[in-house]
């Protein structure tokens, strides 16, 4: 049978779960781990156009104004020869989540601006992991199962 102190320990999960989500706000909002993430996505969006003419101008970081709500690399939209339809492009994500915990996800290229689908890449508790390294495998984990569901691909496996 439980006691009172034995349901006191366990409501003190509450507050270690509370704290650790305020440390991991503090870090991705003035810590150093947001300028990780943008940086590195900036490197590799700037390698990417520069190297390759089909993302030269289709291919950006985007920040929003407010850091919670996280960064992205994004392509932009590929018209569909002789139709009106196009392929919307994809998105890899960098987004904290309630808890602070940092949700690494993608969304798929989709047709005519219909709901992608979307693949979770990874969720970070410990913010301290996201280093430059880290982020280039996410981008680059997120790359390779994403480009199989551009258009431009079809028929190949």
Not at 13 to 28: G, H, P, T, V
Not at 53 to 64: E, R, W
Not at 125 to 149: F, G, H, P, R, W
């Amino acid at each position: 049978m439980a006691d009172i102190n034995e349901i006191v320990e366990l409501s003190k999960l509450y507050l270690d779960a509370f704290d650790k989500r305020n440390e991991r706000f503090i870090l991705w909002t003035t810590g150093q781990v947001y300028e990780i993430v943008q940086e590195t996505l900036h490197k590799i969006t700037n390698q990417i156009t520069k190297e390759n003419d089909f993302f030269k101008s289709n291919l950006y970081v985007s920040t929003g104004e407010n850091k919670i709500n996280g960064l992205s690399i994004r392509s932009g939209k590929l018209s569909i020869p002789a139709s009106n339809e196009f392929e919307g492009g994809f998105e890899i994500c960098f987004t904290p989540l309630f808890n602070g915990k940092i949700h690494v996800y993608v969304f798929e290229h989709s047709l005519n601006d219909s709901h992608p689908k979307h693949h979770t890449i990874a969720v970070v508790d410990n913010l301290s992991d996201i280093t430059e390294q880290a982020v280039i495998d996410y981008v680059y984990t997120a790359l390779n199962i994403v480009y199989k569901s551009s258009l431009l691909f079809a028929g190949e496996e």
